[in-house]
């Protein structure tokens, strides 16, 4: 993963958000459709798919990783707190509530695995 300077809405200003943002851009898979992250930090991910969503409801999704070389899936539950619709995309934002990393040969159901 390459890390980048955080980002801050306010760079003026003291940022309302409880962690920094990191621009990143990662390959997920939520419901059958692709993505790629935009922006992620310790507690919540941005990121644009085709999947349609709505705010307030409960996601799981899997987000692509290399941590030194080696290949990880991030698996991933949250809350979406905000939708942006985009031409052929939709923006979502997460708040999360549980990820943990596992290798790409995992054979189990890694969302059975989440703390809902």
Known sequence: MD???????????????????????????????????RNVSATGVYFETTAEQVPGSRVHFVVEVTVKGERLKMVCAGDVVRVDRKPGAVGIAVKLSSSFFIDTDHSEDPFDQLDD
Do not use: C, V, W
């Open 3 to 37: 890390y980048k300077q955080p980002i801050h809405s306010n760079p003026t200003g003291p940022s309302r958000r409880a962690a920094d943002r990191f621009a990143s851009e990662l390959p997920l898979e939520i419901d059958g459709a692709s993505g790629m992250t």
